[in-house]
């Protein structure tokens, strides 16, 4: 019989000395060692999730405590022994079973070797001998086999965090995990010949931990001292609120916010800016996988996991159940999401800003889908480059004019990212098949710009934030300069809660909670709401009153519909032959191609209507390396699962990011049962979103082409990913259309709300389409240029 490791009977916070012991055994087998290296029980995965359930996981004690007391009465039940004591086959027979949802079921006989995929050596033995024949399963009773499947994920995932998370969080122990996988850790500077190697990059086998690299983090005194005022005036509203009007509220000092700022206190005009999260300098983004991503435990976005969107499929579904997530958690404070997003930075076609004119002259508006609700935008490219082509230089975009499909007025300011051994490949076989590879714009210094360093290729790059301040975000230019004109006042870890409104129904200002809990109001003569598209929904609707009953700018019943957002899809391939070190690099160093969403695209002839991007990228930390997805034929806990893991290497992988269609059955409303966990109580939005089949037939075509493009990059095989990969992506579009008619929009074509004078919308809910190109650009065009206009409107004096 098995016996489980001593460390299981250590001292444990969250976990009895039994739940330990079957935790510990249970883990092992979900990993288990080898003559390769050591299993879960040595790398600490049990240290980890003790601590994780004494925590950041504590709501998730209840959980463990079920299925680890269903795991070993199902072990006694059915063999006589806790599942500590099984062998090794007997206790993978129940692990499977949990993960197919029958833990309880089938285990007098039912199941067979052929279960397990092969290589796992589940033997039918497993499941006789020593079962009696009289044994009732238990286990069935405590949970349902839906139940058993999420907590068998849920148990998975500490696992791999357990496995591969920096040794900070209580396991990987002393870099055990990324020894085994061959991963150097944290490293936070790639050379060129590195980015092209044809062997494996191991930095001569040196392992670097966050500890190891903590005290090498730039640190800038100037900026530290600097941001400790801003901070210290940022958090001390003024005792005086309701009689001081200004001229320009922002709710949100994000993305959008922090953007225009700037526009507005240059324009001579007073701003405050309500932001509910706080204010980071450099230092405080860390290269921290587990703590920061937003795959991850996403821990700079506190605010927005406390209010998570509920979603159903249709709009006749009883109940809802919490959002899923592709790209997207956001981040919560000053510069936004801005701040560790992977920086790509497009331009969308001129044809983008004219889609239904386009569709329907070419083919006939019987082509559409039925229920699709796609518009024309009020607003054009050409009016448009201007503002683009002054935020590339703003920003610092890097890039080059390779793309076919897009003109410029003026160059890039700085040359492309450097090329990489997975982008060459995905070049070489793209411009064989006709097509017209081109390194994506982004906003990180490939050179010195904007008094910011080149970057040095940090892999721990995106989703992570810039500790260096090579990658641009609002925090560290417009709002500075903001603070500095000494008109814009920053009031950070403030929340709005409501936009106050006048007896004529025009907005007045907002009702907000400042840092202490109290209830403060902040007039304004024009308000705008820059926050997040549900957020900006979620105020719209709760601010309703007499004169808007159903929210603010739903008078005619727009508000929230037309929801659209992204289902990143992505194939796989396995490249025997190649060492591709994807960990040598950011994000930021990517190869795409726009002909799929260019205007000749004849996407008919393929049986859907619109496009997509395709694109090979840098950045394989070892979490995202645990949890990519899987070929069918390799179980997802194992020895199967370790061997694939192991081969990381030479795995590549053609993501898609497809067009979405607009649908008048996707909308966004507030959920009726369930409120945020912030103490305050709000309703959360609700999301109504489905997949259709026009997507789905899209998404099959794009993955044939990624298929086909992997196999010439020198694949010898390839799995797609699944179509649908969470309602919520970080390209959430619609909800507050803009357009010139009152009957089918929100906005005006200045992003102004037509029934609610002095009220402003900020950000991508106004977007009537939702092309396969990243929308972060557009956005800023679109905001700046409404920003400069009301900054007029207002009597500002905009250069």
């Known amino acids: 019989m098995t016996t489980s490791s001593p460390s299981s009977g250590a001292a444990r916070t969250a976990l009895t000395a039994t739940e330990a012991r079957v935790a510990d055994a249970f883990f092992e087998r979900l990993f288990p060692a080898d003559e390769h290296g050591p299993g879960a029980r040595a790398i600490g995965v049990l240290d980890y999730v003790d601590r994780a359930l004494a925590g950041h996981d504590s709501r998730l004690v209840p959980l463990y405590q079920t299925v680890l007391a269903a795991f070993d009465a199902s072990a006694r039940g059915t063999f006589g022994h806790g599942f500590a004591e099984l062998r090794s086959d007997q206790q993978d027979a129940l692990v499977q079973h949990l993960s197919e949802g029958r833990l309880g079921n089938a285990l007098s006989g039912e199941a067979k070797a052929g279960d397990a995929p092969p290589g796992d050596g589940l033997s039918g033995d497993a499941l006789s001998g020593e079962a009696m024949p009289g044994d009732a399963p238990l286990g069935e009773a405590l949970l349902g086999a839906e139940e058993q499947q999420l907590a068998f994920a849920q148990l998975r995932a500490h696992l791999q965090e357990g496995l591969f998370a920096d040794p900070a969080h209580g396991g990987n122990r002393d870099a055990a995990g990324w020894r085994l996988l061959g991963h150097p850790g944290v490293w936070l500077e790639n050379s060129a010949e590195e980015n092209l190697s044809p062997e494996p990059v191991t930095k001569g086998g040196i392992v670097r931990t966050l500890a190891d690299v903590v005290d090498a983090l730039p640190h800038d005194e100037a900026e530290e001292a600097w941001t400790r005022e801003a ?65 991850a435990r996403a821990g700079l976005g506190p605010k927005f996991q406390q209010e998570t ?179 814009f006042e920053l009031r950070t870890h403030c929340r709005a809660i409501r936009v106050l409104l006048d007896s004529t129904g025009a907005a007045v200002g907002v009702e907000y909670l400042d840092p202490h809990g109290r209830v403060r109001t902040q007039h304004a003569r024009a308000v705008i709401l820059s926050a997040y598209t549900y957020e900006n929904l979620r105020l719209m609707f709760v601010s309703a009153d007499g004169k808007h009953p159903d929210g603010l700018g ?126 305050v109580g709000m309703p959360v939005v609700r999301v109504t979103y489905r997949l259709r089949e026009n997507e789905r037939r899209l998404a099959a075509w794009m993955g044939e082409q990624a298929a086909g493009i992997l196999r010439e990059m ?46 402003h919308v900020y950000g991508g809910a106004a977007f009537p389409s939702c092309p396969g190109i990243n929308p972060t650009l557009t956005i800023w065009a679109v905001v700046l240029r409404a920003a400069e206009k009301l900054a007029g409107d207002l009597g500002g004096s905009v250069v």
């Open 231 to 295: 901070y210290r005036n940022a958090v001390s509203p003024k005792a005086t609120d309701s009689a001081d009007e200004v001229d320009v509220l922002l709710v949100g000092v994000g993305a959008m916010g922090g953007l225009v700022a700037q526009t507005f206190a240059e324009a001579g005009l007073t701003v405050v800016g309500l932001e509910a999260g706080p204010w980071r300098g450099k230092d405080d983004f860390r290269p921290d996988e587990l703590g920061d991503a937003y795959y």
């Open 309 to 487: 969107p509920r979603w159903r499929q249709d709009a006749d579904d009883a109940g809802s159940q919490e959002a899923t997530f592709s790209l997207g958690r956001m981040v919560n404070g000053v510069g936004g999401s801005a701040g560790h997003y992977g920086a790509w930075l497009r331009r969308f076609h001129p044809w983008h800003f004219r889609p239904l004119t386009r569709i329907t002259e070419q083919y006939g508006r019987d082509i559409l889908p039925e229920d699709c609700t796609l518009a024309d935008w009020p607003v054009t490219y050409e009016e448009l480059e201007p503002y683009y082509t002054r935020l590339e230089h703003l920003i610092g975009v890097a890039g080059d004019d390779s793309n076919p499909y897009v003109e410029r007025s003026k160059p890039l300011p700085m040359p492309p990212m450097r090329p990489f051994s997975l982008g060459e490949r995905f070049r070489t076989a793209t411009e064989a098949r006709g097509l017209h590879p081109h390194p994506v714009p982004v906003g990180l210094n490939t050179v010195e710009y904007g008094g910011r360093p080149a970057t040095t290729y940090s892999a721990w790059s995106n989703g992570l934030g810039t500790s260096s301040g090579d990658r641009w975000h609002p925090g560290l230019g417009p709002v500075p300069q903001a603070l500095r004109t000494g008109r």
């Open 554 to 679: 739903n008078t005619t019943g727009q508000l929230g519909k037309h929801y659209m957002t992204k289902m990143f899809a992505h194939v796989n391939g396995f490249l025997p032959d190649v060492y591709l070190n994807r960990h040598t690099g950011p994000a930021a160093q990517g190869m795409v191609l726009d002909d799929y969403v260019a205007e000749r695209f004849d996407f008919a002839a393929h049986g859907f209507v619109g496009g997509a991007t395709l694109g090979a990228e840098q950045q394989f930390l070892p979490l995202q390396i645990s949890r990519e997805c899987l070929p069918p034929d390799v179980r997802p806990w194992g020895r199967s699962y370790r061997a694939h893991l192991l081969r990381w290497q030479h795995q590549g992988v053609v993501r898609i990011q497809p067009d979405a269609l607009p649908y008048a059955g996707h909308f966004v409303d507030l959920d009726p049962r369930h409120r945020d966990r912030s103490g």
């Open 714 to 759: 020198g694949a010898a095989t390839t799995w797609e990913g699944p179509h649908f990969t969470g309602v919520g992506s970080s390209h959430d579009l619609g909800g507050c259309r803009f357009g010139e008619d009152p009957a089918d929009t929100v906005l005006d074509p200045w992003l102004a709300v037509h029934d609610t004078p002095g009220l």
